[in-house]
Structure formats: structure tokens, C-alpha cells
């Protein structure tokens, strides 16, 4: 372990998010290879409040010196552990926020800290936060075009964002701040009083229109409003991080099968049911919802409150998405060159077990997806294909038992967990194909056969059979070249569509092997026969697929009808 620190450390770098409603300690590994997803080394969080801190009795003070020296002592304790891990002194940097910006002994703070541990605190002036955070959001998916929210303990940022081959673009008023973070809320509607009271309509009016204003200062372009796909909503920062927790919790996928905030999408009309919401929270027999906080339970009214403003003040929405891309995210993301912010996470995260012919088994796995119609959305991106293609022999290594399962897992808790930037429609499809590849369903444990049914349904319509062909052939593809090397061409593969009689698409699929098969590969005859299995109805997908004639040099294989 420490040879590896050693090895890898100059691309290590320290940050620490000094926010309102705790500080957050990270260490980042930034190396070419991987650093699109950000991997991070060590990931640590004091709960200091630093808004709370700055009230008492609903009056504003200085810092309290005794929540100083806390701030103080868990610096320390983070210089030391960027020193056990060897990172560069100068590739450690310290950033606050709103608590640290407004306080009353901003000054005096900031020089404690640089006193007793040597650090600069760099103070994020309003526009340059919420372009940090804009860019924490533009890092957790591989594409982002929509309006964008930031909701921290003290303010909220609202802007526009489009990402594009790594380029980002956003709105050239920068990113408007609000004095509306979730601890904010908290307080002024404890001084507002009951909802049908004057002071909380005066209140809810005030955020309403200040909502509206910010979205006419940002001049959202046309072709964010007349997109086909509608308008969406990216949402980052705590409190609404546990909103989507919340959310999950209560999905209709229960228990819900992906344990990671970001990628999480619902509908608008979900986002804004607050009552449900609330109701998840308040519940006496509700179990401790994962990932929510008694803290963040109690700032759900909250967040409830300005979710009920959006509904408002915002334009129509059509699917809101949840990212876990905060400070942190947003100040690497902001220094990464164009090339790997262009890349695909998944890509990313599967990059170090990728074949030696990565690229020719690519082009012979497309070769079995069947051509589409000009104009038609192909079946699978090739980002996918080719993240799938870098995994397929990932798991190899391990007993035949395991290999479907821990596949089947890799994108939630396993190897390829931490691509931060994958949705979970993207981590379901990769974890369903690789576990197709090593038999599917009919191949994993009980334990698993639970979770598959679960990742099937995050899958898009229409894929869940498609996914269980593809995976098929791959194990067909893995069979013939054992290794991942193609030193020689041993089989093409060649597909295209048919009419049945009655009128039925059929496809058709055809291994031309350059070399009889031998009779005595177990391994490749069972292959073969799953993809030609696959078009049998019994083994369709909620009753959808498609016929499957499966031939092998021409010739129907072994009489397998379909």
C-alpha cells in the first residue's frame, strides 16, 4: 500500500471544502488515466457547523472561539494525513464558502487557521461558487443540458449548464446567489411562524419572486427551452441530496438496488410531491432512511418550502437529476483539460482491465448488433459497448460461482463503483450485460437473482432484452479469444433482420469461423446455443424479444429452431 502512495502521490490533491454545514477533507487522485471520475483516496467530514455557530439566540455573532479551535484541530489532523499519504504540500488548498464569507470575524478566522497550520483559506466569492458548483454538477454525468441548483447550508446557485465534447458552457451572468440555503431556510421560517401566518406568505412571496428574477437574470438559451427532450433540472448541495435520498427510499423499486445519490433521476411531478416527502421523514414506523440524517431529516421542511417556491418560479420541467458533485468536484473538474472531461466515465472506470485488443473486439461485438434506420437512435452508444468490452474479462480471475454475481454488482459496490458521472440507467445496463455475459439470471446465486430483477427495471424500455443478446454474444466473443488478444481472426460475425411468416421480425446471426469448431469445446457449444436460445419466447423479457435464427458458417447450428 504505501509503495503505491509512493508511486502515485504526485497526483494526489488534498481539499478541503469548508462549507456551512460541516468541512469536508479529500484526497483526489488526479492521474490521466482515471482522473475523469475523480477517484478519491480519502474522503473524511467534521460536523461543524459553521452557520450554526454564527447564532445565538437568532442573533448573528462572531465565530465562537471554541468552534475555532474544532475547526483548528481537524486541519491539523488532515496535514497529517496528507502527509501519510504523501501528498505535495502545494497540492493541498483549503476553499470556504457562504458561512466563512459573511462572518462577522471572517478575518480573524482565517488568520487562526493560517497561525496554527500553515494553510491560505481561499474565500469563493458568490459568482465563483456557484460556477465551482455549476462544474461539481457538469462532473456527474456525462452530459449535462438543463438549469442547474446548488442548495448549501447558507445560500442556493441557480444557472444554466451544457456540457459538450468537454467544452461547458453556462450562463454568461454567471451563477445567481440566493440567500436561501437549507440552514437559512431553517431559520427564517422559524421567525415566519405558521404556514397561514402574514410573515410566511411574505416570506414565500419574497422567494418566489427573487426565484423568478434570478431566472430571468441567467437568460436561459432557446435551445435549453425548445429542446425535444424538455427541460431538466440538476441538483446538488446537501439539502437536496437527501431529498433524493428520500426519494429512493421511496421509489417503487423497493428496496431500490443503487446505493449512490448521483445519477438518481425521477420525474418532476415526484420531485415536487412534498407531502410525500415530509410524510417519509415524519413517520413513527418508518425505518432510518440511508443516508439521512437526523440533521438532514430535520432540514427536510425546509427544503420542502423552497422545492414548493421552484414550483412557482421555474419553468416547466420534464426529469430532475441528482449529483453528488460538490466543491471538491467542481475545483478538480475546473482544472481538467477538455480531452478527459470529454471521456465517458464508465469508459474511465473500466479503462485498467481492458483486453489487449480492446479495439478489434469492440468492432467485432458491434458487428452483432443489427444496423438501425437513418434517423433511428442506435441500440447501444458505443461508450457503452466499449466500457462493456474493457470489462468483459474483469472478472475472469474468480470461481465460476461468483463471476455472474460479483459482475452483476460491479457497477453498485464492486470494481467499477466509483464512476462518479455514470447515471444508474448507465450502471444497470453495464452490470446487466456483464452478467449476461457470464450466464445472467440462470447463473447467479438466489441472493443475487433478487437484485437482478431490481437492476433489470432501472434498465431503459426495451433493453432488458437486448442486454441479454449482447451478453450472449460476448461470452461467445470470450470463448474464442480466451485472452482478450485477437492474433489471429478466428471468427466474423455477421447479422441482419428477416420477416418470419407470419410476419414477424427475425434476426438473423451468423459466426463464420475460419476453423471447424471442435467438437470437444464444451465451453463454445454452450455459447453459441444461449444466443440462439435467446429469440425463444420462453426466455424473453416480460415477454418481449426477438426470434433468433442463429447459424454457424452458414448452416443452422445443430437444428436449434427458432
Not at 478541503?16 to 487522485?29: E, K, L, Q
Request: hydrophobic share 40%.
Amino acid at each position: 500500500m504505501a509503495q503505491r502512495h509512493g508511486e502515485r502521490s504526485q497526483y494526489y490533491h488534498g481539499l478541503v471544502d469548508m462549507g456551512s454545514n460541516g468541512i469536508r477533507f479529500s484526497i483526489t487522485d488526479l492521474s490521466p488515466a482515471t482522473q475523469r471520475i475523480l477517484p478519491t483516496v480519502y474522503l473524511d467530514r467534521a460536523a461543524i457547523s459553521l452557520y450554526d455557530a454564527q447564532y445565538e439566540d437568532g442573533k448573528a455573532v462572531p465565530i465562537p472561539e471554541h468552534t475555532i479551535k474544532q475547526v483548528v484541530k481537524s486541519l491539523l489532523r488532515f496535514r497529517s494525513t496528507c502527509h501519510d499519504f504523501g501528498v505535495p504540500d502545494s497540492q493541498v488548498r483549503i476553499v470556504a464558502t457562504e458561512a466563512t464569507r459573511k462572518a462577522i470575524n471572517s478575518d480573524a478566522y482565517r488568520a487562526a487557521i493560517k497561525e496554527a497550520t500553515g494553510w491560505t483559506v481561499e474565500l469563493l466569492p458568490k459568482e465563483m461558487e456557484g460556477k465551482i458548483g455549476a462544474l461539481g454538477v457538469a462532473s456527474s454525468y456525462e452530459n449535462v443540458r438543463g438549469l442547474m441548483m446548488d442548495l448549501g447550508g447558507g445560500s442556493t446557485q441557480l444557472t444554466w449548464i451544457i456540457t459538450e465534447n468537454g467544452d461547458i458552457r453556462m450562463s454568461p451572468a454567471g451563477s445567481v446567489s440566493l440567500p436561501y440555503g437549507a440552514a437559512a431556510l431553517m431559520q427564517r421560517l422559524e421567525e415566519a411562524g405558521k404556514k397561514k401566518s402574514k410573515e410566511y406568505q411574505a416570506f414565500a412571496k419574497e422567494v418566489v419572486n427573487d426565484l423568478k428574477a434570478a431566472v430571468q437574470s441567467i437568460d436561459i438559451p432557446q435551445e435549453l427551452l425548445r429542446s425535444p427532450d424538455g427541460l431538466h433540472l440538476y441538483l446538488s448541495g446537501g439539502g437536496f441530496r437527501g431529498w433524493g435520498f428520500v426519494l429512493m427510499s421511496e421509489h417503487d423499486i423497493k428496496p431500490y438496488p443503487i446505493p449512490i445519490i448521483n445519477g438518481f433521476r425521477t420525474s418532476t411531478n415526484t420531485f415536487l410531491d412534498t407531502m410525500s416527502v415530509k410524510a417519509a421523514v415524519t413517520q413513527d414506523d418508518t425505518p432510518e432512511i440511508f443516508r439521512v440524517s437526523a440533521r438532514r431529516a430535520s432540514q427536510v421542511p425546509a427544503v420542502a418550502f423552497l422545492v414548493e417556491c421552484l414550483a412557482q418560479a421555474l419553468p416547466i420541467l420534464t426529469n430532475v437529476y441528482f449529483c453528488q458533485g460538490g466543491v471538491r468536484e467542481g475545483m478538480h473538474f475546473a482544472e481538467m483539460s477538455p480531452e478527459y472531461r470529454a471521456e465517458s466515465p464508465l469508459v474511465t472506470a473500466t479503462g485498467p482491465y481492458a483486453p489487449p485488443s480492446m479495439q478489434e473486439l469492440v468492432d467485432l461485438l458491434f458487428s452483432a448488433i443489427p444496423p438501425t434506420t437513418p434517423g433511428q437512435q442506435p441500440i447501444f452508444a458505443a461508450p457503452l459497448v466499449k466500457a462493456f468490452i474493457q470489462g468483459v474479462f474483469a472478472h475472469m480471475a474468480q470461481v465460476k460461482d461468483l463471476r455472474g454475481g460479483s459482475a452483476l454488482r460491479s457497477t453498485t459496490t464492486g470494481i467499477f463503483s466509483t464512476a462518479h458521472g455514470a447515471s444508474h440507467e448507465d450502471r444497470a445496463l453495464l452490470a446487466i450485460l456483464l452478467c449476461e455475459r457470464y450466464g445472467g439470471y440462470g447463473s447467479i446465486s438466489p441472493t443475487e437473482q433478487d437484485f437482478y430483477k431490481r437492476m433489470v427495471r432501472l434498465l431503459p424500455e426495451g433493453m432488458e432484452w437486448w442486454c441479454m443478446f449482447l451478453g450472449r454474444v460476448a461470452a461467445v466473443i470470450a470463448a474464442v479469444y480466451p485472452a482478450g488478444a485477437i492474433r489471429d481472426q478466428r471468427v466474423a460475425i455477421r447479422t441482419q433482420w428477416t420477416v418470419t411468416k407470419k410476419g414477424n421480425e427475425k434476426l438473423c446471426i451468423d459466426f463464420d469461423f475460419k476453423k471447424e469448431i471442435d467438437e470437444l469445446d464444451e465451453g463454445l457449444d454452450a455459447a453459441l446455443r444461449k444466443v440462439g436460445k435467446a429469440g425463444k419466447k420462453k426466455n424473453w423479457v416480460h415477454g418481449e424479444g426477438f426470434k433468433v435464427l442463429l447459424t454457424v458458417n452458414g448452416r443452422e447450428y445443430d437444428g436449434d429452431e427458432n
